[in-house]
């Protein structure tokens, strides 16, 4: 079976950067696509942002540009470069992946003050 590994969420300034980062726990398991979402408290999840396999992006809009995701060679692991963060972005951030199945990660806080 296999689990997506979250890494990287914290506490930080507005204004600040995080890099989030997840991976499956076996190398060798390629995913056709993977995504972050993102669950503020009192909120329902959100999609923020997703990559396919052949390294197309999709955003949220109101990202406008300050996130970016990637994925490594092997299509295991999948990384959000979070910048200029706001109070707003403030969430539990879960990491997804599909492979004929659905998998999530258990999620990693980001907190950004003001």
């Known amino acids: 079976q296999v689990q997506l590994v979250e890494s990287g969420g914290g506490l930080v300034q507005a204004g600040g950067s995080l890099r989030l980062s997840c991976a499956a726990s076996?190398?060798?398991?390629?995913?056709?696509?993977m995504a972050w979402y993102r669950q503020a408290p009192g909120k329902e999840r959100e999609f923020v942002a997703g990559?396919?396999?052949?390294?197309?992006?999709k955003y949220l809009d109101s990202i406008e540009g300050r996130f970016t995701i990637s994925k490594n060679v092997a299509g295991s692991a999948v990384y959000l470069q979070m910048n200029s963060l706001k109070p707003e972005d403030t969430a539990v951030y879960y990491c997804?992946?599909?492979?004929?199945?659905?998998?999530w990660g258990q999620g990693t806080q980001v907190t950004v003050s003001s």
């Open positions: 997804h992946g599909r492979s004929g199945y659905e998998y």
């Open positions: 990559i396919y396999a052949n390294g197309q992006t």
């Open positions: 076996r190398r060798n398991f390629m995913f056709s696509a």
